[in-house]
């Protein structure tokens, strides 16, 4: 082996022979020495991503006048400006919005809300899209639950273990998929380490209580290592009681209008049946070379949570005939299992489990001008069972495996980007009572690249993508369960080709001061509900009916930002007009279909035991929007700093062609503000957010009124000896103690946010 | 499968206790090519004391709701029975007990005859107050205007006639006869025969708004088969709008006129095959049957043949053993761990009835056209052509006729609970001669 490069990974900058290389690495060294020092504790307070990594050689060819130690320079790399159209969520913020769900802690985030569920499922909307149009990664690679079939279910990614939230919405997105549309949700926990820890251990502990619910969450961290052998290991208990909250669970006023029912089974002061119980794990390990890395890393989550009584079982009236027979009943001694109060309004629990092995592997300069080639690849083994009284009816099950292939090049001083191809196999079945979707397998493969050019004061990035992807429905006909429906016959094949494109430009005309025009061309293949679903779906509260010839749903936006950083100022707005085309959603076909019966009507008499019947269609949308932020320094005191955030967010969709209805489950406009003090060791803040009625609810919805949310927080950090800092931290939520109905929740008219809460917690990192 | 909610009604009248509205489920079964409706059919079945239900009515003792001029029976229902609304009722309700009708036979009502107001004011029976109509919303998914195939219905899984689902989907019954769709679908029967479903009735004025003079409405209607050749004799149904007992028993008694001849002997009985712990005949255990066994030993119910199926463990007395073993028995969600309801039979192209001895082909496909036909078992291998019609392609698997040589290929028939691949020989005067038979599990293929 040459000398001079003493390692396989050991990078070369110049095509120069080995021997003239090794003659100048004798004069570089004495430099490098020098500033080694300096690098190196500049680089430990630095963050991975910002870090990139320069090994010399250890020998030359010749003994040389003094032995010298192999060194790792750590060279920092100059600070790349603000991207627009990412948000980092991370270090303090993020520890202090942690919460159950993904949705939730990111509720605060502008231009993002909280699809609820009932407190169990939190989906984050961003912009106005979700499910099958924002995609949620861990670490990269896609969450890969059911979370985009169904709302109620649960996004199969821990937020306690996330030490950096992302959520990107411009030419990044590319690198990602069409599921990636309407942006990206992209959780980073460094299950597999990326640095071996500068003592031998290092970590955290956390533990936060919740007074709503009483819910507690625990989670820990270690980090492991010594020289190239790194290890990360991590676990969480979490666990909570009903969800409080101040007025009825049930909007009566929506029950009567809907339903025509005046009486039915609704509780005060609590969302019955909202507990949960989620506990997991990980452990990962990595191999770290000088110049190249490679790790894999197993975890498991099991999450099992309640879902709020829907409209389905409201009527304490319809027991299909029991409830004209048992109050006859003088003794049921010995009969409570299937004559009690839980075998008569069963309860609808999800009992979630996913396994996930990740695998990941840097190179880092290969050759002159590769930067960087990267291969991550996740296997998920996810399944949810949906139980009814404790009884499971459905199994849902998605076993997929993600890849992803990429270089990060530099050719030209100016020019970065990254060349990639990326793949995705997925087998998905559900078994049991309520499977609208059959078994399915799908395959899909990206081309890619993002390219960053810079030139003076200006940054032209790009990215464009190839994907060609296919789904294969394992039966080839459908039949409706106890219908007189005539079998319906499936396409062996639905293929799908898409070609989306990214562009933006970055004017900074002063240091602090950044304006971005973003041109977001993109394209999404239809999705196996949007293709397949055949049956009812009682969490949407509909029959849902596929379309095999639905088309690539295309967006097109345009989004204009505006960022200005002072030192006691800044101010960031972004503007945008999203133009969907062959937007894919649920037609109401005017027809319904009762539940008992397994019958399709014009009509029902108790609507209470019917959904309507929507069939997926495809129809153009508009989508216009804004985010818009001033933070300032009011003053700068002995005690700390006074910050003023004023915030906003909207946006308004609707329909183009025919009667230019509203698109469903919009966000309402939110404004507000929040005040704070801001001290080295403390901060406190007080922040007040106004979300406006909804009044462009949708077809077939309701209007949600406007709310008030009053929310408060303090932290405190404090030194405990040389070893650890504990934080702690308190954080107050809807202080006004308002009933809120999301306009983004399917269940808003039956579980409303939780009530007034105060989380206390401490976290101590070693 | 349907849960029969209207057992509970029926059960309640058997033990004498109060409900606030009266009705009896139409019961359904069929014999050779013809369907029958009718009460109580089935001896025994819960519910069916018919004496209970004249005095109920308020009918003179040994009379059953038969309307004296035409001799059909007349069903009550009531507008006011069930949550979701005045003027609105899913009364009554339809239903056939196991293996009173085929597998997958898919029974259908057909409107008839005039809508008949009973004016509480004059005490008689004519013509609705202008306007008043009841409009039925029936089944779609087996309607003439389905289409199955998503090249056809611009990619959408299933839809109706010309690619939307604008489909007529409800039958008026006006004072001048009836509007909209005559025929729809009821329910398609599971693998047992068993088939226990409602409707959804309206009260309303021409405009489709709800509601509508206090007093009786009167409307007529049959049951056809896509599995038998004659439909059900005619039969009546009377809401109830707002009328109190008394005047409800006069706008009866005036359709039922003064009991002159005996009442008509209702069909020969047929005792359902019994499955332990299924009280209510509707082909399975659930915890109906578990309340109703509760019920009957509550009530001291003794021991007689129309009782003995609550009996369970066959001990000579009902008592609350039987409803443990009946919960032990029990099958259903919410009562045990679900089964998954075979499918197959939902999708069978051919029946065979054991019990009549008719082979029903309900999708035969000759050349590029599909008929319906009926064989009847002659001798032992020989099965006579009884009927065949023209039809649309219904099934997956339909069998095929070459008439070439005269074979009639079958798939797959369901006969005693499993599946069969045959083949049939056209032996000229309408005769087919088995050539093939066997056991098969590829349903589908």
């Known amino acids: ?766 | 499968m349907m849960y029969p909610a209207l057992f509970a009604l029926i059960a309640a009248m058997m033990f004498n206790q109060a409900v606030y509205a009266q009705h009896l489920d139409i019961e359904v079964w069929g014999e050779g090519n013809a369907l029958f409706t009718g009460y109580c059919r089935t001896p025994g079945v819960v519910g069916c004391d018919l004496g209970r239900l004249a005095q109920t009515l308020q009918l003179p003792p040994g009379t059953l709701p038969i309307e004296a001029a035409t001799g059909r029976l007349i069903f009550l229902s009531d507008f006011r029975d069930f949550s979701g609304g005045d003027f609105r009722t899913r009364n009554p309700g339809f239903q056939s007990v196991r293996n009173a009708l085929l597998p997958n036979e898919l029974l259908s009502y057909r409107a008839l005859g005039v809508l008949k107001y009973w004016d509480p004011a004059s005490s008689s029976w004519g013509r609705p107050p202008e306007g008043s109509q009841i409009r039925l919303f029936g089944g779609l998914e087996a309607s003439s205007q389905v289409i199955s195939d998503y090249a056809q219905c611009a990619g959408q899984l299933f839809c109706f006639s010309d690619g939307s689902f604008g489909t007529d989907g409800n039958t008026v019954f006006a004072a001048d006869g009836i509007h909209g769709n005559p025929e729809l679908v009821v329910d398609i029967t599971n693998n047992n025969g068993v088939l226990h479903t409602h409707l959804s009735f309206f009260l309303e004025d021409q405009q489709g708004e709800i509601g509508g003079p206090v007093g009786a409405y009167l409307i007529e209607m049959q049951v056809i088969s896509n599995a038998r050749y004659f439909p059900s004799e005619p039969f009546l149904i009377l809401f109830n709008a707002g009328l109190n007992e008394n005047e409800l028993a006069s706008a009866l008694l005036a359709l039922i006129g003064e009991p002159t001849d005996p009442v008509s002997p209702l069909p020969p009985p047929v005792i359902p095959v019994s499955i332990p712990g299924d009280v209510d005949l509707d082909g399975d255990v659930d915890r109906i049957d578990v309340a109703l066994i509760l019920l009957a030993v509550q009530n001291n119910e003794p021991l007689r043949p129309d009782t003995a199926r609550f009996d369970v463990n066959g001990d000579g007395v009902i008592d609350r053993a039987d409803a443990f073993l009946a919960k032990e028995l029990c099958t259903l969600r919410l009562c045990y761990s679900p089964t998954d309801a075979p499918a197959t039979a939902l999708n069978m192209a051919t029946v065979y009835d054991e019990h009549t001895g008719i082979l029903s082909l309900n999708d035969i496909q000759v050349n590029d056209q599909h008929y319906r036909a009926q064989l009847q078992l002659q001798d032992e291998a020989i099965f006579v052509l009884n009927t065949v019609q023209p039809d649309r392609s219904r099934y997956a698997a339909p069998a095929h006729y070459h008439i070439e040589n005269g074979i009639l290929e079958i798939p797959s028939v369901y006969a005693h609970g499993k599946f069969y691949q045959a083949i049939l020989l056209n032996i000229g005067d309408s005769k087919f001669r088995l050539e093939h038979l066997e056991e098969t599990d590829l349903v589908f293929e």
């Open chain 1, 1 to 766: 082996m040459n000398n001079c490069l003493p390692t396989l990974f050991t990078r070369n900058r110049s095509n120069q022979p080995p021997a003239l290389c090794c003659k100048q690495w004798q004069v570089m060294t004495g430099i490098l020495l020098m500033i080694g020092t300096f690098h190196q504790a500049a680089a430990d307070d630095k963050s991975g991503d910002t870090a990139s990594k320069v090994t010399l050689p250890d020998s030359v060819e010749r003994e040389p006048a003094a032995t010298l130690e192999p060194i790792t320079i750590m060279g920092t790399a100059p600070p790349r400006p603000s991207q627009p159209n990412v948000s980092v969520l991370k270090d303090r913020l993020l520890h202090l919005q942690q919460s159950d769900t993904l949705g939730k802690t990111l509720d605060q985030e502008l231009g993002v809300s909280n699809a609820s569920y009932g407190p169990g499922v939190g989906i984050p909307v961003i912009r106005g899209l979700t499910g099958s149009r924002v995609r949620m990664l861990q670490n990269g690679i896609g969450s890969h639950d059911a979370a985009s079939l169904s709302p109620d279910h649960a996004v199969a990614i821990e937020p306690l273990f996330a030490e950096e939230i992302n959520i990107i919405r411009g030419p990044e997105t590319v690198k990602y998929g069409g599921n990636a549309i309407g942006g990206i949700v992209d959780v980073k926990d460094h299950r597999i380490p990326e640095r071996t820890p500068q003592n031998l251990i290092s970590g955290s502990v956390e533990s936060r209580y919740d007074t709503n619910g009483k819910g507690t969450n625990s989670a820990f961290k270690l980090n492991l290592g010594k020289d190239w052998l790194a290890l990360n290991l991590g676990g969480f208990f979490r666990s909570r009681g009903d969800t409080r909250i101040p007025g009825k669970a049930i909007d009566e006023t929506f029950i009567a209008q809907q339903f025509n029912l005046t009486e039915i089974q609704n509780v005060s002061g609590k969302i019955p049946n909202t507990d949960s119980k989620s506990a997991g794990g990980f452990a990962g390990i990595a191999w770290l070379g000088n110049s190249a890395m490679a790790g894999m890393s197993v975890s498991h989550t099991d999450n099992r949570y309640g879902i709020p009584k829907g409209s389905h079982g409201l009527d304490p009236n319809h027991l299909d005939g029991l409830e004209l027979i048992l109050p006859q009943l003088d003794d049921l001694t010995g009969f409570e299992d299937i004559f009690g109060h839980q075998a008569l309004f069963p309860n609808i629990r999800l009992d979630m489990r996913q396994t996930r092995y990740d695998f990941k592997s840097e190179w880092y300069d290969p050759v002159r001008g590769i930067e960087r080639i990267g291969f991550r690849y996740g296997l998920v083994d996810y399944q949810h069972t949906e139980l009814e009284g404790g009884i499971p009816f459905t199994r849902f099950k998605n076993d997929v495996g993600e890849g992803r292939f990429e270089i990060d090049h530099h050719f030209l001083q100016r020019l970065t980007g990254t060349v990639g191809v990326q793949w995705i196999g997925r087998d998905f079945a559900a078994l049991g009572v309520e499977t609208f979707v059959p078994e399915t397998r799908q395959h899909s493969l990206g081309l890619y690249t993002t390219q960053q050019y810079t030139w003076n004061n200006w940054i032209l990035s790009g990215g464009l993508r190839f994907e060609q992807s296919r789904i294969n429905p394992k039966a080839n006909q459908l039949r409706l369960r106890g219908s007189a429906l005539p079998p319906i016959p499936l396409p062996d094949e639905m293929k799908y080709r898409a070609v989306s494109a990214s562009a933006s430009v970055q004017w900074n005309p002063l240091q602090d001061l950044s304006l971005t025009l973003l041109f977001n061309h993109s394209k999404r293949s239809p999705d196996i509900q949007e293709l397949l679903s055949l049956g009812p779906h009682l969490s949407t509260r509909s029959f849902d009916i596929g379309n095999v010839q639905l088309i690539n749903e295309t967006m097109n936006m345009i989004d204009l930002g505006f960022n200005w950083q002072k030192e006691r100022f800044g101010l960031r707005v972004n503007g945008y007009y999203n133009r969907a085309n062959d937007f894919i959603y649920q037609r109401n076909t005017g027809l319904v279909y009762e539940i008992d019966n397994e019958v399709i009507r014009q009509r029902c008499v108790s609507q209470a035991e019917c959904v309507s019947i929507f069939a997926y269609d495809q129809r153009d949308a508009r989508l216009i929007g804004y985010e818009a932020e001033i933070e300032a320094i009011l003053y700068k005191l002995s005690q700390g700093d006074v910050l003023l955030t004023l915030f906003s967010d909207y946006v308004r969709a609707r329909f183009i062609q025919d009667d230019r209805d509203d698109v469903p489950r919009m966000p309402p406009l939110r404004y507000g503000v929040e005040l704070g003090l801001s001290h080295a060791k403390w901060n406190t803040a007080l922040r007040y957010t106004r979300a406006e009625a909804q009044n462009h609810p949708g077809e077939n919805e309701v209007s949600t009124p406007g709310y008030h949310l009053l929310t408060a927080s303090a932290d405190y950090q404090m030194q405990l000896g040389k070893w650890a800092d504990l934080w702690l931290f308190a954080q107050a939520t809807n202080l006004l103690n308002e009933e809120i109905r999301s306009a983004v929740s399917f269940l808003r008219s039956f579980a409303p946010e939780p009530g007034r809460s105060f989380v206390l917690g401490l976290r101590a990192t070693f």
